[in-house]
Each structure stands twice: as structure tokens, then as C-alpha cells.
């Protein structure tokens, strides 16, 4: 059966691109005519889902690490990613209106040096209640729980009486993660 042109197929491809400039490396492994190299690819290809999207993610991250980039910046740009590169198209963006709405587009405000070293020296240790919930406001397929899970903090978060624990095992992420795994996967001992 042929697939249906949809304009996410754009999105995965706008998504594929992206993926190259973060990771340094593709996405999979193509020829000078863009086919897949190997019989591996393909098969990563026709059954993407949560396990290679995860695969992804990881390298993405790892390649954000290696180029100094904030914890913070590694979360925007994999969620940017994983919303990106989801498997059905209905859970994709649907326009380039929405992509541009993300958090990884968003202005970037002036920072002066001494606010820079600031947040760095603070690490995720430093990371505000406020901060965790704007970045739910313009993140995808995430939830605050999730966000301050992956980000180490704020703890009491987890300890709030208004955290339900619908959203401890919430599955709610991009790649069906909860924020236990999330804290565990982050070497957040605190949050486990």
C-alpha cells in the first residue's frame, strides 16, 4: 500500500535535516541518491517507533553534551526532535506555524555573561519552579513533571501534595517515558 501525501511527511523531513546539523551524523545511513545503505536502515525505518526515536534522542544529546550546550538548550532541542520525528503523522506538528511556535525558535533575550556563568556554575540544581513551567508552556508531548525529572530539579516538585500520581507514571513524553525514568536516565539521584 502507497502512503497518502500529508504535509508531516515534510515535518519528518524538515525533522531529518535537523537531526543531521544536531547530531553531526544522519539520521540513516543513505547513499549519494538518498538510499537507505543498508537492509538495517530500512528496517529501522519501516518499524521507527519509540525504541529508535529513543536510539535518536541519545545520539542527539550526547552530540549537545560534546558542543557545550546547557542542560536546558539539550532538552528544547530533543523535544524540538522528538515531536518532529514521531512515528504517526497525527502526532507531529500538522504546520510550520507550530514548529515555529516551539520553544527552540522562540527570541532569544540578551544574556550577559555573569547570567550565563551564573547558570552555568547553578546546574540543574538551580532549576526554578518558573522556569519548568515556561518550558511546559512551549514544549510538546512533555509534561512539568517530566521537564523537571530530565532537568534534576526542582525537587520539591515531586514532593507537592497538588502531584498527583497520575503524573509520577505518566507516560506523557515523546518517546512514552515516565519521570522516574527520565531522573534515572539523567543520573538525577535526587529526583529517584
Not at 134 to 161: C, W
Request: hydrophobic share 45%; glycine share 6%.
Amino acid at each position: 500500500d502507497f502512503l497518502k501525501a500529508h504535509p508531516t511527511f515534510d515535518i519528518w523531513s524538515f525533522a531529518v535535516v535537523l537531526y543531521r546539523v544536531i547530531a553531526h551524523k544522519p539520521l540513516l545511513e543513505a547513499d549519494d541518491r538518498d538510499n537507505l545503505r543498508s537492509k538495517r536502515e530500512l528496517i529501522t525505518l519501516a518499524t521507527w517507533g519509540p525504541s529508535a526515536l529513543c536510539d535518536a534522542l541519545t545520539g542527539a544529546r550526547a552530540a549537545l553534551v560534546a558542543d557545550g550546550a546547557n542542560a536546558m538548550e539539550r532538552l528544547i532541542a530533543c523535544n524540538l526532535l522528538g515531536w518532529c520525528l514521531q512515528p504517526h503523522p497525527k502526532d507531529r506538528p500538522q504546520s510550520c506555524t507550530e514548529i515555529l511556535a516551539h520553544s527552540f525558535f522562540a527570541a532569544m533575550k540578551e544574556v550577559s555573561a555573569a547570567e550565563v556563568e551564573k547558570e552555568e556554575s547553578a546546574g540543574a540544581a538551580g532549576v526554578t519552579e518558573a522556569q519548568v513551567l515556561e518550558l511546559s508552556k512551549g514544549l510538546k508531548l512533555t509534561t512539568r513533571v517530566h521537564i523537571a525529572a530530565e532537568l534534576g530539579g526542582p525537587i520539591f516538585m515531586f514532593d507537592n501534595p497538588n502531584t498527583t500520581a497520575d503524573e509520577l507514571t505518566s507516560k506523557h513524553h515523546c518517546v512514552g517515558k515516565t519521570p522516574l525514568h527520565l531522573g534515572a536516565s539523567g543520573a538525577h539521584v535526587e529526583v529517584v
